[in-house]
T-cell receptor
Framework: QKEVEQNSGPLSVPEGAIASLNCTYS??????FFWYRQYSGKSPELIMSIYSNGDKEDGRFTAQLNKASQYVSLLIRDSQPSDSATYLC???????????FGKGNQVVVIP | SAVISQKPSRDICQRGTSLTIQCQVD?????MFWYRQQPGQSLTLIAT?????????ESGFVIDKFPISRPNLTFSTLTVSNMSPEDSSIYLCSVLVGLQPQHFGDGTRLSIL
């Protein structure tokens, strides 16, 4: 089993719609979870962190965490063309601040 | 947040040669890490750079291939040794400052001919 799984293929959403991304993880004791955005040819940029069960909102982004189900999600409301990027789910795992990344989900916002 | 400068930003190298990548941070950081991102793939941690001691390598990565130095709290280097085309990747430095999440330098895009 992979440490962090993002199984959805590329996601195309019309401008203004909600993009929904999902992620599961294998390490039950993980406590810290992150979403990074990576534009083509650029390095990952942190957009959300979440540490407690429930929802965390920051602008148009909402992260959701369910530790019992080992599930993290990211919602992007009112999607804009500038949101077109690959979104990487990352989980802090192990005892040395090691980040494990999912393979990423490409989001394409269609004007 | 800390400003991370990574050099070179890109390079094209001949197989069998070695390249050293530098990561400089504008402030002291708790931890420094080196990742690899192969084409079309996600990020894989190579090692944690430990200040004043040997780096901690992840499974599948060895010191002979990826020697790492971290002489102080603001600087680290990663060397990719005896390069082959399979080493063509983006190499990323990331830092941890206190309890803040890791964030990344701009990366080094390496192509091996």
């Amino acid at each position: 089993q992979k440490e962090v799984e993002q199984n959805s293929g590329p996601l195309s959403v019309p401008e203004g719609a909600i993009a929904s991304l999902n992620c599961t993880y294998s390490d039950r004791v993980s406590q810290s979870f992150f979403w990074y955005r990576q534009y083509s040819g650029k390095s990952p940029e942190l957009i959300m962190s979440i540490y407690s069960n429930g929802d965390k909102e920051d602008g148009r982004f909402t992260a959701q965490l369910n530790k019992a189900s080992q599930y993290v999600s990211l919602l992007i409301r009112d999607s804009q063309p500038s949101d077109s990027a690959t979104y990487l789910c990352a989980v802090l795992t192990g005892g040395n601040n090691r980040l494990a990344f999912g393979k990423g989900n490409q989001v394409v916002v269609i004007p | 947040s800390a400003v991370i400068s990574q050099k070179p930003s890109r390079d094209i190298c001949q197989r069998g040669t070695s390249l050293t990548i530098q990561c400089q941070v504008d402030s002291q950081v708790t931890m420094m890490f080196w990742y690899r991102q192969q084409p079309g793939q996600s990020l894989t941690l190579i090692a944690t750079a430990n200040q004043g001691s040997e780096a901690t390598y992840e499974s599948g990565f060895v010191i002979d291939k990826f020697p790492i130095s971290r002489p102080n709290l603001t600087f680290s280097t990663l060397t990719v040794s005896n390069m082959s085309p399979e080493d063509s990747s983006i190499y990323l430095c990331s830092v941890l400052v206190g309890l803040q999440p890791q964030h990344f330098g701009d990366g080094t895009r390496l192509s091996i001919l």
